[in-house]
């Protein structure tokens, strides 16, 4: 905890860094979510006391208490997010890898839905002056120059972020204000009894709980980008955002009480409390606001991606970092992924009022797998048992609530988001079970018994030699141990003689950012270990880290790199380096179950996709030799058939 506050103190810039940065999506909701309550219907007093105590209490309970206070407090070394949490308690037990990727897969899934809903609701506040405007296009376009302007980063446009919502806050707060001096009664809506009287009797109730749950769509937000902000900047700002975001609804509360009997229309409330004259700014910043919300969701899209991968949750894809700003990532292929979503929701739907249906689904998921990752940390941190329990109990209660308003809607949109989280859902679990399956069938085997022949085979002057300097990527956990296949392709394939051989293995830590490794000499200065310790947030750039390890190594007269050859030796020159990577690839998978035969088929399709281990590990091609090694299935139950007949 004194790393994070000392790595985020609490200052007025840190406080606007983060109304840039997590703000976005909650922030909008004002946009959307009186709307969404209301719906057709005429204006009635009690619907609208019972939605303005259902959006303060839902505001209360999740994003204040649960989020602001308890979760932020599961920090991964400064970090958050949902798989930094399932870092923090995966060793609790193997189930926890599935809510974690149900967790990213709902994130994912609301980072194509954010930018079509904000933006177009921005947007359709153009309906005021030109009811017959088509909004469709404009809203295509914005999305588009967005995305397209990702590969760019946002270092330039991302100091305008703090500013912008600061306007846009102070704008929500002054705007609701106005109305709420005028109709202070609204200020009833306090007490819980008009939110629980609104759930037990409305005939409506379940597409109301569905309707206010978008007011605290966005709450995850705040613990994903802990690391960027740090926790009293945001517990400090939030105090601001919650202020401005309760003036804005009961300002909206007033004005619909003010309005009692009337049909909306289509209108927005939101757009109906502003003065007309100030219409066309609201919508500008409402707009420049939805624009920051969608940019907050893609931002969190990249990083969560980038986390699975190394977490090998999701296949290897190519991973950018556009400038020097440290946690600024572009990922192409999720980049366009989330594009062709949110293209595909904005040309279904066409309007928000029907993307409601479909935004709430997938928070409400993560909601969900948040609250049952935080029990399990609870009860890491000896947190007394019946308080942890207590807390799942309650919030499990709250979002089911939620969640069975939300699915109420399943027909009227509901339907796609469930859709499209299956589909990522599906990607992560066959690739992480695939895995598995290979990891099951690689043989390891004890190293200490070739190490004679390994020495020879280095000093063995009737063998080409095939490298200075032989550099073999292993997965085996132990210094004792290595891969079957590794051994064959030194020994048994053709032997490769090699001044000096390496063993580099990788290991992906709890820890966002590690940067550790060790060396073991197997064989003095002829066969030697590199275990590297790597955060899941760091960049497998193994080339350069092995390049600086042996750089060390050369300088403390560990190792001789010298080419053997006389002239060059004769000149000082180092020798080359060549790494084998060994590509493992299954055959006889007929005699897998029907599920796994499955799974490693949509494996193989996603490996198509995906980067090849030499550029997921970030190697210089140039130097790398990739080696085909034949993984076999379990042996047949079947006998021979084969006969001799000669």
């Not at 990702?150 to 912008?164: E, I, K, N, S, Y």
């Not at 009860?379 to 048992?385: A, D, F, G, T």
């Not at 760091?538 to 750089?551: A, N, T």
């Not at 002239?567 to 005699?591: A, H, P, Q, W």
Request: with cysteine; glycine share 8%.
């Amino acid at each position: 905890m004194r790393q994070q506050l000392s790595k985020h103190p609490l200052t007025a810039a840190g406080i606007l860094i983060a109304l840039g940065i997590i703000y976005g999506d909650i922030g909008t909701s004002p946009l959307y979510v009186f709307k969404a309550i209301i719906g057709p219907s005429a204006i009635n007093p009690a619907l609208v006391y019972g939605g303005v105590s259902c959006i303060f209490w839902t505001l209360t309970l999740q994003t204040t208490i649960k989020y602001v206070i308890i979760t932020l407090r599961a920090d991964n070394k400064g970090e958050g997010g949902i798989l930094s949490l399932f870092s923090l308690v995966r060793k609790n037990g193997k189930w926890i890898v599935f809510p974690a990727m149900l967790g990213g897969a709902a994130l994912l899934a609301d980072g194509m839905i954010t930018p079509a809903i904000t933006i177009s609701s921005a947007i359709e506040g153009l309906g005021i002056f030109y009811p017959q405007l088509q909004t469709v296009p404009i809203v295509l376009v914005i999305v588009a120059v967005l995305f397209s302007l990702q590969r760019f980063g946002t270092a330039v446009v991302g100091r305008l972020f703090g500013p912008v919502m600061l306007i846009w806050f102070s704008m929500l707060a002054i705007l609701g204000f106005a109305h709420l001096i005028g109709h202070p009664a609204i200020l009833k809506a306090v007490s819980p009894h008009y939110a629980i009287q609104t759930i037990i009797s409305h005939p409506n109730a379940l597409l109301i709980i569905g309707a206010v749950f978008l007011c605290t769509t966005g709450a995850e937000a705040l613990y994903s980008d802990l690391g960027h902000c740090g926790l009293r900047n945001i517990r400090i700002s939030w105090i601001f955002v919650k202020a401005c975001l309760l003036f804005n609804y009961f300002g909206q509360g007033a004005w619909l009480l003010a309005n009692d009997g009337a049909l909306l229309a289509g209108s927005n409330p939101f757009y109906m409390v502003m003065p007309t004259w100030f219409v066309p700014y609201g919508i500008s910043i409402a707009t420049l606001a939805a624009v920051i919300a969608s940019q907050a969701m893609i931002s969190g899209a990249f990083t969560l991606v980038a986390e699975a991968v190394r977490l090998n949750l999701w296949p290897k894809v190519r991973i950018i970092h556009p400038n020097l700003l440290k946690g600024q990532l572009y990922v192409p292929s999720a980049n366009w992924i989330l594009f062709i979503g949110c293209i595909v929701v904005i040309l279904v739907f066409r309007e928000s009022a029907k993307m409601e249906a479909a935004y709430g689904l997938a928070i409400n998921i993560s909601f969900i797998v948040t609250t049952m990752l935080m029990t399990v940390f609870l009860l890491q941190k000896r947190v007394p048992k019946a308080l942890a329990i207590g807390f799942l109990v309650i919030y499990l209660i709250i979002e089911s609530t939620f969640f069975i308003g939300n699915v109420s809607k399943f027909a009227h949109g509901g339907w796609l988001t469930l859709l499209i989280t299956a589909i990522i859902f599906s990607m992560m679990f066959c690739w992480w079970w695939a895995r598995k399956i290979k990891n099951r069938l690689t043989r390891f085997v004890e190293i200490g018994k070739y190490i004679p022949i390994i020495s020879e085979i280095s000093r063995d002057k009737s063998i080409p030699l095939y490298a200075s300097q032989l550099v073999y990527l292993t997965s085996a956990n132990f210094d004792s141990e290595i891969e079957e296949s590794i051994i064959y392709s030194i020994i048994k394939k053709k032997p490769k003689r090699a001044d000096v051989y390496w063993l580099v293995h990788v290991d992906v830590t709890d820890s966002p950012h590690t940067g550790e490794y060790e060396i073991t000499q197997l064989v003095p200065g002829r066969l030697i270990r590199v275990d590297f310790r790597l955060g899941f947030r760091d960049e497998q750039r193994i080339s350069i880290l092995f390049r600086e390890i042996v750089e060390t190594l050369v300088a403390n007269d560990e190792v001789d790199i010298k080419s053997n050859f006389d002239t060059l030796r004769k000149y000082n020159m180092d020798g080359d380096f060549r790494f084998i990577v060994l590509e493992r690839v299954l055959f006889n998978t007929s005699v897998f179950r029907f599920a796994e035969r499955i799974v490693l088929d949509i494996y193989n399709l996603l490996k198509t996709y995906s980067l090849s281990e030499e550029r997921g590990f970030g190697l210089d091609s140039s130097f790398v030799t990739v080696e085909r090694v034949p993984l076999m299935g379990p042996p047949s139950s079947q006998k021979k058939r084969l006969k001799r007949t000669k």
